[in-house]
């Protein structure tokens, strides 16, 4: 019977570059970058790694496809390199593949990577991408805007909200991720924004405005991982272990089955409850610390919120205004900014994720540190609300002896 | 002897209407003389319409209510067929999922297109070779401060012709005759059509051609009987050719100038609509189609009703005026406006994939679970109903004709198309299922959650790398 992979690996370093429109790196920049400072956190040779997990979602955009890229960007020793892809849950998809291979036992240290290039065809937004040879030819012309706003007027007709109530709610979220990215020197977006200028941003897709979506930035991110025994045997003292991945796709029911109210991520629930019972937490509420979570658009955010167990059904819009998502309020969400203010560098963000995680609970967050955080949780989810991937990570503090 | 005959009309007019004085005020400068008749409105395709998705939507209309089995051959008659090498008119019989043992032909090349086609079709039906589904659509494109750019409409007007103990018209005859009189033309090559002198071609064309065919046609009835008359052609012309055959000046249907403009082929088809939506039991009805020649139909109404759907007056009353004379020229493709670089997408279409499921997309056709009874879109292996999950229990179930409501919709102002902002959602479907699918002739705000929609044909993407299109299905708010 499957044990699960609580606390069998742990994170020995972590890296992540500066996000945000890097016109001034190439991928194989923000690659080393990356790879600089994980490798000088977990304070060993390059040559250690012996196997690795790149994580690229838009190849179209220069990172190319294959596990080429990062083998050749750190000139590894010729370790097996495997390029994985999961829509937006690409990053976690790299780090699963690394901590795996490490609690299995087929590798010592593995590295999970994540990168993605968006900024370098002088194209703004997300590239076009074709949806496949029959997909396209039914499916609407979406934008991942529209696709996510989706969730707002069904989320506000399912609980009989107004939607001018759901909306201050939305611009609460992005509000508060502003705050906590004026804090977070590697974001990309660190200004403060105001209540009503959120709430008064020109419509991009309805009900979400400008201020509801997040930035579309370059970016990479890093962790090295190995088994608590060979961390402690490399002299790390208070680690961080992974305490759950937990991974859930679609299957067809949102798009094609009356079940499905359009308000909720569907995935994410089975994902976050999956994940719970591998990481043994029974109140995620009471025993998390702190979360970051998909925020490509404020109101995925909001109903993530009672998807992830956090506020119970129809209670998010009031939650979130009650300031229990702030950072300094019950399970603080998205300290470093999210992907509304960090960026968004889509292979690149569950990994960003963790390192914001890790980072916390290391107590290495400077201005933005928390009181003693000991469980963190990650989540992402690629595709759209109603075709996607849903990933829940939860990552936790080891204290040394 | 069995009575053959119009068993069923339907009729589609795009609910854009251009105000004629918008294009008088835009093109007064250039126009001078020719900008003098600014009353009215004419019809204009949206950005997703086109002839072919109008005859679909008319030839809906037509079979309310009908077996679809009944209909042996469909034409499909327009001189603005979207493609010259492709059978347009079997586009259309897939849209209405008819059986694949269907004579499909295009009748084109002239503006008597569809009232010859409605001649050989009841030739048919009297030759024992079925029902057939004649549907006319007109899109053309004119110049800008033409005098055609103010008078066309767009439109499309369907006849299902045949026999029966149901007819709406009785036919009593008809007459044709061909005369190469060049009124006005179009090369292959050319977009726009090239007009010669309005007298000459009232004179020597109209007067002296078709009083004789309407005549021939009429046989041993009297002209003075004939109750209403459709004349292809503007409503001067129609009153000087009813005076010169006889026929009283009352009869004379009006040509929807005001309301729609001249659809061209389809026109004395919609004309023919109106005329029967009027028609009294036992009426004498003319019907005089003009173009290199004419062909003059004679009809008997039989009291029933010809369109069990909108007819001629839903098309003319679904009608929403509007100024923008520049998204006029845009949908019709005679200014190219910036859609920026999402438009960019290369919208290829995979024929081999798209061929095998030509069902699912051009008929909208998905599948029902025969152990669950659970809809879907599209027909999977595997059933969606997450109870279920059977493999190879589905069986195909048409979806364009149920209704639906709105479960989530955006407005998003970000993605491409040619009529921002771009409408999208899920749409439950009466009876069980979910489609995710776009929207179209909606305004912005007119969308809500549980808002009913039926469903349409449209253009779904152009590839204007290749100069083709795909069409498919869109949801469009129900309205009475």
Redesign the interface.
């Known amino acids: 019977m499957a044990t699960g992979i609580k606390d069998k690996v742990a994170i020995l370093g972590m890296g992540c570059s500066r996000f945000g429109e890097r016109w001034d790196a190439s991928p194989d920049d923000l690659m080393v970058e990356a790879f600089a400072e994980a490798i000088a956190d977990a304070g060993i040779e390059r040559d250690r790694i012996e196997a690795a997990w790149l994580g690229v979602f838009y190849q179209e955009q220069g990172v190319a496809r294959s596990g080429l890229p990062l083998s050749l960007a750190l000139r590894l020793p010729n370790v097996p390199v495997t390029r994985v892809e999961n829509l937006c849950a690409t990053g976690s998809e790299a780090l699963r593949g690394a901590v795996y291979a490490v609690a299995a036992g087929a590798a010592d240290i593995a590295l999970a990577f994540g990168v993605e290039k968006l900024k370098d065809t002088g194209f703004a937004g997300l590239p076009e991408r074709t949806k496949g040879t029959f997909d396209d030819l039914w499916q609407p012309g979406f934008t991942p805007p529209g696709a996510f706003a989706q969730l707002g007027a069904a989320y506000a007709a399912r609980h009989g909200l107004p939607m001018a109530d759901v909306k201050r709610a939305m611009a609460h979220v992005s509000w508060k991720s502003h705050e906590n990215a004026v804090h977070s020197p590697k974001a990309h977006l660190r200004n403060r924004i105001t209540i009503d200028q959120a709430l008064a941003a020109p419509m991009v897709a309805y009900p979400l405005g400008l201020y509801d979506c997040c930035g579309v930035s370059d970016g990479a991110a890093c962790a090295i991982v190995t088994t608590p025994a060979i961390a402690a045997s490399l002299g790390k003292r208070d680690m961080v272990t992974v305490k759950a991945l937990a991974l859930a796709p679609s299957n067809g029911v949102e798009m094609g089955h009356a079940s499905w109210d359009g308000g909720h991520t569907l995935t994410t629930r089975i994902a976050a409850q999956r994940a719970y019972k591998e990481a043994g937490i029974s109140d995620p509420s009471r025993e998390i610390n702190l979360m970051e979570v998909h925020d490509c658009f404020s109101i995925t955010e909001l109903v993530l919120m009672e998807d992830l167990g956090f506020s119970a059904h129809g209670r998010a819009v009031h939650d979130i205004l009650d300031g229990r998502y702030d950072r300094d309020g019950a399970v603080p969400c998205q300290t470093d900014g999210g992907l509304k203010c960090f960026g968004h560098p889509v292979g690149a963000s569950g990994l960003r994720m963790a390192y914001e995680i890790y980072t916390q609970l290391l107590g290495r967050a400077g201005e933005r540190q928390l009181a003693s955080p000991s469980l963190g949780l990650t989540h992402n989810l690629g595709g759209i609300p109603n075709r996607n991937v849903a990933s829940v990570s939860v990552l936790g503090l080891h204290r040394g002896q | 002897m069995n009575a053959f005959g119009i068993l069923q009309f339907g009729a589609y007019l795009p609910r854009l209407r251009l105000e004629r004085s918008a294009i008088a005020e835009a093109t007064g400068w250039a126009a001078g003389l020719r900008g003098g008749k600014a009353k009215g409105a004419r019809s204009y395709c949206a950005w997703d319409e086109d002839s072919l998705t109008m005859a679909v939507e008319a030839a809906r209309d037509c079979l309310s209510g009908r077996d679809r089995g009944e209909v042996a051959a469909l034409t499909f008659a327009s001189t603005t067929h979207p493609f010259a090498d492709r059978n347009n008119a079997g586009v259309v019989a897939d849209a209405l999922d008819l059986r694949p043992a269907l004579r499909t032909l295009d009748s084109a090349g002239h503006q008597r297109a569809g009232v010859s086609a409605m001649l050989d079709a009841v030739r048919t039906a009297r030759s024992g070779a079925g029902t057939t589904l004649v549907v006319a659509a007109e899109s053309r494109a004119a110049k800008p401060a033409s005098e055609q750019e103010s008078r066309f409409g767009h439109g499309a007007a369907a006849v299902l012709i045949g026999t029966g103990p149901d007819l709406a018209a009785e036919w009593i005859g008809d007459a044709t005759l061909r005369a190469d009189f060049v009124d006005h033309f179009r090369t292959a090559e050319a977009e726009t059509d090239y007009a010669y002198e309005e007298r000459w071609v009232r004179d020597e064309g109209y007067l002296a051609l078709m009083p004789q065919t309407i005549k021939a046609a009429l046989g041993a009835i009297e002209s003075a009987v004939v109750k209403h008359l459709v004349v292809q052609g503007p409503q001067r012309f129609a009153t000087a050719v009813a005076k010169a055959s006889g026929i009283a000046a009352t009869a004379v249907i009006d040509d929807l100038h005001a309301e729609c403009g001249d659809t061209g082929v389809a026109h004395p088809l919609l004309l023919l609509g109106a005329a029967l939506e009027r028609a009294q039991a036992g009426d004498i009805v003319v019907v005089a189609s003009f173009g290199q020649g004419c062909d003059a139909i004679v009809l008997r109404a039989t009291g029933r009703k010809a369109s069990q759907g909108r007819g001629c007056a839903g098309a003319v009353a679904s009608g929403v005026p509007n100024r923008e004379y520049l998204r006029f020229l845009s949908n019709s493709g005679v200014v190219a406006i910036d859609w920026g ?2 438009a ?4 290829r ?2 024929q ?3 061929w095998r ?1 030509h069902r ?2 051009t008929a909208f056709v998905g599948g029902r679970c025969r152990k669950c009874d ?1 809809v ?3 027909l ?1 292996r595997a059933c ?3 109870a279920c ?1 059977e493999f190879d229990t589905q069986v195909p179930e048409p979806l364009a004709e149920k209704a639906g409501r709105i ?11 040619r009529s921002p ?2 409408v ?3 749409v ?1 479907l009466e009876g ?7 929207f179209t002739d909606t305004r ?1 705000g007119e ?4 808002l009913p929609v039926r469903f349409v044909f449209r253009v ?2 152009y590839d204007v790398l290749r100069g083709f299109h ?1 069409y ?1 299905w869109k949801a469009v708010p129900v309205r009475n």
């Open positions: 670089m999402r960019e997408r290369d919208n279409t995979a081999p994939a798209a499921r699912d997309v659970t879907q879109y599209p999977a969606v109903n997450p999950r479960k989530t919709f955006t407005e998003d102002w970000l993605a491409v198309t902002p771009h999208y959602g899920n439950e069980g299922g979910n489609v995710f699918i776009e912005p969308s809500s959650v549980g779904k993407d795909r498919f």
